[in-house]
């Protein structure tokens, strides 16, 4: 650093602890945060630059707590940037009303430097935070959108909502098998009612799913083929093989009931009124 530079750094340094009330008073009207919140951060930067290091390890530590705390919080970007960017300002009401102008002067124009490339550190830390906040918050969309149902003894339901992509097949199957390992279960149903169309990728993670319950010793039934579905995919020359299709989870369970053994009186269809009695 060069003579002047290090003068310049004194300067500041000498300024901010002169004005230290002041500094993080105006610097908290202008962040919108609270002088506590702040203070923290301005200790540990005049700590810095009182010994001369170069190292704002702690600093930037403080600033990424910042930046995640306000990221969860919901604040928006630039309001976490203008947390950091404001120091500058609180800064140079100050150096206005130095006597010493000329060295203030050059001293403001490094710690601007400085908070600028803070700030950057800073709307980076908070761009990753709310990255994976909404990573967080997909995974839990997708749990909550896979119930695996216990329908009766033996018998468990997976009905799909949505659209079923390559991560939302993950989610079902770990969630099916790992339920047909805790109830024993020998059937399951899943349930396509609530998919709006089935397409060949859409097929592909059906029998993804079917041939990993399978391996499990569960037979699988699809229920919800509404003729739109038939449709489609006979026009794919999509095959299912000998896995067990029915139009309604109805007639799914009606099915699952007779494969273990119960007698299933009652009408047919979508508004079937089933009496199961073991055989």
């Not at 990255?131 to 468990?156: F, G, R």
Request: net charge negative; proline share 2%.
């Amino acid at each position: 650093m060069s003579v002047h530079a290090d003068v310049a750094r004194r300067r500041v340094e000498e300024l901010l602890r002169a004005h230290e009330e002041q500094a993080v008073r105006r610097w908290a009207e202008i962040a919108k945060a609270s002088p506590e919140e702040l203070g923290e951060i301005y200790q540990a930067l005049l700590s810095v630059l009182d010994e001369g290091r170069d190292d704002f390890a702690d600093v930037r530590g403080l600033l990424a707590d910042l930046s995640r705390s306000r990221a969860r919080a919901g604040y928006a970007p630039a309001d976490t940037a203008r947390a950091v960017f404001g120091l500058k300002e609180a800064l140079y009401e100050v150096v206005e009303a130095d006597t010493d102008g000329v060295e203030a002067a050059r001293g403001f124009i490094w710690f601007s430097r400085l908070i600028d490339d803070l700030g950057l550190f800073t709307f980076e830390t908070y761009a990753d935070a709310r990255e994976k906040i909404i990573l967080d918050q997909a995974e839990q969309l997708l749990e909550l959108s896979t119930p695996v149902v216990k329908l009766w003894e033996n018998i468990v339901a997976v009905p799909l909502v949505g659209t079923l992509d390559s991560a939302r097949t993950q989610v079902v199957m770990e969630k099916l098998l790992q339920t047909l390992v805790d109830t024993g279960a020998e059937h399951a149903v899943i349930d396509i009612t609530g998919v709006p169309a089935v397409d060949t990728q859409v097929a592909q993670h059906l029998l993804k799913t079917v041939v990993a319950a399978r391996l499990m010793g569960a037979e699988c039934i699809i229920s919800g083929i509404r003729p739109q579905i038939a449709h489609t995919i006979v026009t794919l020359g999509i095959e299912f093989g000998d896995i067990v299709t029915k139009a309604s989870l109805a007639d799914a369970l009606a099915h699952a009931f007779r494969r273990s053994g119960f007698q299933v009186s009652g009408g047919g269809g979508a508004h079937v009124a089933i009496r199961a009695e073991r055989v």
